[in-house]
Structures are given as C-alpha cells and as structure tokens.
C-alpha cells in the first residue's frame, strides 16, 4: 500500500497540480484530501471541480464548513472571515453541494493497524488538537478512535511523532504551508516489509508568482500572497 494525503490546499490551484502530479510519479495507490479545501486562495471553484474530477476523496476542515453552511458559532475575524465570504460567492450550487457531501474521515485497515484521518480533531474539524500534549492524551485519543495510525491537518507544518506504538502526523499544508519554506506539502505513507508504516515528507515548488497575481486580481488580502511566497506570515 503506498498512500498520498494532502491537506490545506486553501484553493491554491498551482500548488494542488503540482502536488497530483508528484504523487502521480511517487506511484501511489491512493490519495486523500484531508481539508481545508477552500479559504484564503484564489481558486476555490477551480480547486474543488479538480479534485472532482480526479475522484480524490476528502473530509472537510474548518473553512469548508464555513464556506458551505451559516454556522452559528462565532465568526472569524480578518482575512480569515474576508476570505470566506468572498470564496462562498464565487461558488455556485455544484460546489456547494460537494462541500456539503463530504465524509468526515478517512479510514484504512493496514497490516500494521488502523489508519483513522481527520482535519482538526475527531470530534470537530474546527477544533485543534495539540499535537505536542502528554503522551497519555495522544494514546487516549488513539484508543478512542482504535486506531494505531492518525493522521490529522490543522497546523500547516508537516508534523510526525511516534507515542509507544501510535504515531499521529500532520501532513502540512498543500496551498498554505507556514513551516517558513514556501512550497506544497504532502505525505506519503507506505506498509514495510514488517507491516509497519513509514513515511515520507515532499516538499514542492510550483508557480508562486501565478497565485500571488491571482490573489492580487481578485483583490484579495496582499498578506496572502506574501506568506505564498514566504512559507510564513510576515513578522
């Protein structure tokens, strides 16, 4: 089994064809989308009609779940809010409905364990999980989910760590990394002779300047394309 997940795609539309294509030539038998699909970049239709169209399977994260319903929690505020109601009126009933249709996790049977994956937490997409919390609070919630594997998008920042026999990772962020290299981030995990799963970390270059003029054309907050170029927010 060799398995590709992206996560933050954040309707980035360069970031997202380079990462296909990688895990095209990284010979993958699947991939999985694992939210934020939509927020903060300039492709939002073109992004989700792509993924569409290639039959990836995604769960949703926060900014889907505000873009496709009025949610009564408290609204964001800045360019996260800003984002989010000028991406849901680019987006006609089709993409609505594929926001609105989507499961709320993956799961995977592999010979080492399961493997559960989710965007913020088991409960919640919108919820944080600390990844770096006590040991006990990772197995907890491992054991919650009986699952041995976790795979869980929210920091932006690709992310393993190994708790006993449980390993949760972050696979970073596709369209909006802020691990302070620009690029798009993906994970690629695969069965080893023993059963074991092992991973690996890409990194991608693609067309900075395209999204950036995109962003900038849509007249969207000028941050944005800052951090596209920069891996980080500027301080």
């Known amino acids: 089994m060799r ?8 309707a ?8 296909l294509e990688a895990l095209r030539k990284e010979g993958v038998e699947q991939i999985w989308a694992i939210g934020d699909i939509v927020g903060y970049g300039p492709h939002p239709r073109q992004v989700i009609r792509k993924l569409d169209r ?14 496709a319903y009025a949610l009564p929690a408290q609204a964001r505020e800045g360019i996260a809010e800003t984002t989010i109601l000028w ?17 709320s996790r993956h799961r995977l049977d592999t010979p080492g364990g399961r493997l559960m994956a989710f965007h913020g937490s088991p409960e919640d997409p919108e919820q944080k ?3 770096e919390a006590h040991p006990a609070e990772i197995l907890k919630m491992l054991e919650g989910l009986r699952s041995r594997y976790g795979v869980v998008a929210g920091r932006h920042i690709p992310f393993r760590r190994a708790v006993h026999k449980g390993v949760i990772y972050d696979p970073g962020s596709v369209g909006l990394s802020l691990g302070g290299e620009p690029g798009a981030d993906v994970l690629i995990l695969e069965d080893d002779i023993n059963g074991d799963l092992v991973h690996h970390f890409l ?7 395209q999204v950036a003029f995109d962003l900038a054309a849509w007249e969207l907050p000028e941050v ?4 596209v170029r920069q891996g980080r927010f500027p301080q």
Do not use: W
């Open 3 to 10: 398995l590709g997940i992206i996560a933050e795609i954040h």
């Open 12 to 19: 980035n539309l360069p970031a997202l064809e380079a990462a």
């Open 54 to 67: 290639e039959g990836i399977p995604c769960v949703p994260g926060a900014a889907d779940l505000r873009v």
């Open 87 to 103: 991406t849901r009126a680019q987006l006609g009933s089709r993409e609505m409905n594929f926001l609105r249709n989507l499961r």
């Open 129 to 131: 999980l600390d990844l």
């Open 203 to 209: 990194k991608l270059p693609y067309d900075y300047g």
């Open 224 to 227: 944005l394309a800052e951090v």
